[in-house]
């Protein structure tokens, strides 16, 4: 085969084969974009199902950590916290064994003490209002809200019994803030302060070890 230095005389017969059948050709390119068209579709389409699984797993674990440190004390999480290798870590104090209100035997409700970090990764940083910074504040998850009947409005009150080491409370929380709770998470959250936690060290040893029970605990 020869080869052709004369771009003219090429691109004229490429021109003249396109127009003796313009119709044929016409069918070529349309059908050629179209598979394009197709396969960037098909490419986008799946993935976003693959990042849509990934969301899911990620929120029924319940974080979106790259590990988790179940049941620890505090001594353990200010080593972890401090090693070098960590780059981000959140903190998640558990305050409950148990939350006991009649309205959440069908959908349970958890509550926390978490830093910003923990808010972030847990999926239950308040989307309305704020974090609870004083002891008789809370923020939940508005289906929660939903169940006790409370508005989900700042400043409501929120009545809630539960159990800590075996001993039952109860307490006429304020609402500071709320959010939607992730879609794949099977429980609604309750988010109490430091100060909260601070207040109640007592009743927040950690006793895991000795009576498996989780309250006291740090999540990290």
């Known amino acids: 085969m020869r080869n052709v230095n004369n771009k003219k005389a090429i691109n004229n017969l490429a021109i003249k084969s396109f127009t003796a059948a313009k119709t044929?050709?016409?069918?070529?390119?349309?059908a050629i974009a179209l598979t394009t068209i197709l396969f960037t579709s098909l490419f986008t389409v799946g993935m976003g199902m693959v990042e849509s699984i990934q969301q899911q797993t990620?929120?029924?674990?319940?974080?979106?950590?790259?590990?988790?440190?179940?049941y620890i004390t505090q001594e353990q999480y200010q080593a972890v916290k401090t090693h070098n290798?960590?780059?981000k870590i959140s903190y998640n104090k558990i305050i409950t064994d148990s939350v006991d209100n009649i309205e959440f035997l069908k959908r349970g409700v958890e509550v926390y003490q978490m830093d910003a970090v923990g808010r972030?990764?847990?999926?239950?940083?308040?989307?309305t209002g704020v974090a609870p910074v004083t002891a008789n504040e809370v923020a939940?998850?508005?289906?929660?809200l939903h169940l006790l009947g409370v508005p989900a409005e700042i400043g409501a009150k929120v009545p809630l019994q539960y159990t800590i080491k075996g001993k039952q409370y109860r307490t006429n929380f304020v609402l500071s803030g709320f959010g939607e709770a992730a879609p794949a998470t099977p429980?609604?959250?309750?988010?109490?302060?430091?100060?909260?936690?601070?207040?109640?060290?007592g009743a927040l040893e950690n006793?895991?070890?000795?009576?498996?029970?989780?309250?006291?605990?740090i999540n990290a």
């Open 24 to 30: 044929r050709n016409l069918i070529a390119v349309v």
């Open 58 to 70: 990620v929120r029924q674990a319940g974080g979106d950590g790259h590990i988790v440190l179940k």
């Open 85 to 87: 290798l960590i780059n």
């Open 120 to 127: 972030a990764l847990g999926f239950c940083e308040p989307t």
């Open 140 to 144: 939940m998850d508005t289906q929660s």
């Open 187 to 201: 429980v609604g959250f309750g988010l109490v302060s430091a100060t909260f936690a601070a207040e109640n060290t």
């Open 207 to 217: 006793t895991f070890r000795e009576s498996r029970q989780m309250s006291g605990t």
